[in-house]
């Protein structure tokens, strides 16, 4: 039955998160978790079909047509998915759905879960057993043991530097680790990433961790409902103690052989040895609005991810309104009750969807259920009313049953230091 498979599987989760936060206790040698095997070079013959029958196949999927521009021809990623992130139209993907390690990534979904939880003014003083289980070779903002910080400081670590010790802070003050990951997985079930499995709340390489390009664009997609999350994912400087920490995504802080995307308003960036370079971006261009994920590009040149997300943006900016989708970017299990779920024609997603449970979807479950916050909700209305969507009432949040989902104000772009 549903609710036994549901209850062993969190169980799980939540004796590895509490093993993985125990690590840092024993010697350095064994603080990192011992990863599972990598993956092979070829993805599953078979995959989920969340959003579309033709993003459940391997290899490119895209339809060309007269007018329509060709892929960029040098892509090296084992993963990508451009969409329209209004519309959620899917115009072209590569192994969509392949379950990979996700690194840094996942502090999207991390975000997306906890941010609504502590108003940003919140202070925290940092106990010893705030910073255990940070793994060892982390990327960290410099958290230091007996002082305090704001939750906005706190944020702007995740974003920015993306911190571990900042993540393990935050998911002490959600009640720990192991509780932490419980809701991260939740909340990714809520949203029908169903690639997903959580061990770790920072993205750490950890055994049995994976997502998608189709899940992590889905946690993008919902994270910049919030006004807080569309502000820190588009910081490219600020001050943190004494000092000054920048962006560590290229696209939106540029480096020596990556210039600023034109448009580009975040998201987030990771990079592990398990896992390889990851990211996905958002980017502005006439109006248009759209997400693209790229996940381990074996091309191992600098900032590789970056050249390879900014090709794909090009050509999804010539394609869009062009280009007959490929699928779709499904929403919140909430937002879809007056119609089907688009995975459940299928055995392995119908199986998984069982097997995850009730009381996981209902938007009024847990406080980051609903993709919408308060503080964005004003701004979605605004946009909605705009497009002359019909809107349907869902706990705290406002969707469009005609599957749009508009970004509110997210363009409107403070000028970079």
């Not at 969409?83 to 969509?96: T, Y």
């Not at 704001?150 to 509780?179: E, K």
């Not at 590009?297 to 900032?303: G, V």
């Not at 989708?325 to 499904?330: A, I, R, T, Y």
Request: charged fraction near 20%.
């Amino acid at each position: 039955m549903p609710a036994p498979k549901t209850t062993a599987r969190r169980s799980l989760l939540v004796t590895s998160a509490t093993l993985l936060s125990l690590s840092v206790t024993a010697p350095a040698a064994l603080a990192a978790p011992t990863p599972s095997p990598s993956p092979t070079a070829t993805p599953p013959a078979r995959m989920s079909t969340v959003g579309g029958a033709r993003l459940g196949q391997p290899g490119t999927q895209v339809n060309l047509a007269p007018g329509v521009p060709v892929l960029p021809k040098d892509l090296t990623a084992r993963s990508w998915i451009v969409s329209d992130a209004e519309s959620g139209e899917v115009l072209a993907a590569h192994n969509a759905h392949w379950r990979l390690p996700p690194a840094s990534t996942l502090k999207m979904l991390f975000a997306d879960t906890v941010l609504p939880r502590f108003p940003k003014g919140t202070v925290h003083k940092v106990t010893p057993t705030d910073l255990k289980g940070v793994g060892a070779g982390s990327s960290v903002v410099g958290i230091k043991e007996g002082s305090t910080y704001s939750v906005h400081d706190l944020w702007l670590g995740v974003f920015l530097r993306s911190g571990n010790d900042a993540v393990h802070v935050l998911s002490a003050m959600n009640g720990g680790v192991a509780r932490t990951v419980e809701d991260m997985q939740d909340h990714a079930e809520e949203l029908q990433a169903l690639d997903t499995t959580v061990v770790s709340p920072d993205g750490y390489d950890a055994p049995e961790q994976v997502s998608s390009a189709y899940d992590l664009t889905l946690f993008a997609r919902s994270g910049l409902q919030k006004k807080d999350f569309r502000d820190y994912c588009s910081t490219v400087s600020a001050k943190f103690g004494s000092g000054e920490i920048r962006n560590t995504n290229r696209l939106l802080s540029g480096d020596s052989d990556v210039p600023v995307y034109p448009g580009i308003a975040g998201v987030k960036n990771g990079n592990t040895t398990h896992a390889g370079a990851t990211f996905t971006g958002v980017a502005e261009r006439g109006g248009k609005v759209l997400l693209v994920t790229v996940m381990n590009p074996e091309k191992h040149e600098h900032n590789e991810v970056y050249k390879e997300t900014a090709k794909l943006f090009d050509w999804g900016f010539q394609a869009v309104g062009k280009v007959e989708p490929v699928g779709e970017l499904v929403p919140p299990r909430s937002a879809a009750t007056t119609r089907p779920d688009p995975g459940a024609s299928t055995g392995q997603d119908a199986a998984q969807a069982a097997g995850r449970g009730s009381g996981t979807g209902g938007s009024g479950a847990r406080p980051a259920a609903s993709a919408t916050t308060a503080s964005g909700a004003g701004g979605a209305g605004i946009a909605l009313a705009v497009a002359g969507g019909l809107l349907v009432l869902l706990g705290s949040g406002a969707f469009l049953v005609n599957r749009r989902w508009p970004l509110p104000d997210l363009m409107r772009r403070r000028t970079r230091p």
